[in-house]
């Protein structure tokens, strides 16, 4: 969906775009970890997530995102929180909505990932929420971590 405004004599356009993805949790040794993919050239480390197909919904999406990013089917156990932000782009001003689910795996291995990611692998809660680049990405993983006992 696109939007034009005026400011001050200038035209600012204004996209509003949506993506999801998910924290995928698992056990070990009676340690939580999460997977989370880490891209070099960016020095970014961040959760799986990405833009829907034509037609795709939110949780279809979120699944869809971790299998390429991450080599890793999962299923979705709880919608965790949308985060919202901006940026600008030589198209305009973009206003981007991504929503989170909890997920669990179910088979895959993350040697399987896609080339978006340089590594992706499983850390503990605690030491990926200090590592994850956005603030907004660690708090979803904070609230994925509450959601997670529940489970």
């Known amino acids: 969906m ?17 993506s999801a993805g998910g924290v995928v949790v698992r056990k070990n040794n009676n340690q939580t970890e999460v997977l989370i993919c880490e891209r070099f050239s960016e020095n970014l480390i961040a959760l799986p997530k990405g833009k829907p197909n034509e037609g795709e919904y939110e949780a279809a999406t979120a699944i869809r995102e971790v299998r390429e990013e991450t080599g890793i089917n ?11 932000y901006s ?27 896609d080339d978006e990611f340089d590594k992706v692998y499983w850390e503990k809660w605690d030491s990926a929420l200090n590592k994850l680049s956005y603030q907004g990405e660690k708090d979803v ?9 529940d489970c």
């Open 2 to 18: 696109k939007k034009k405004f005026e400011y001050s004599g200038n035209k600012f356009t204004k996209i509003h775009v949506w």
């Open 74 to 84: 999962a299923i979705i156990k709880n919608k965790i929180k949308d985060i919202f």
């Open 87 to 113: 940026f600008e782009s030589p198209n305009g001003i973009i206003n981007k909505k991504v929503s989170f689910f909890l997920m669990e795996k179910i088979d895959g291995e993350i040697s399987n990932h």
């Open 141 to 149: 993983l904070e609230k994925a971590i509450e959601l997670a006992k």
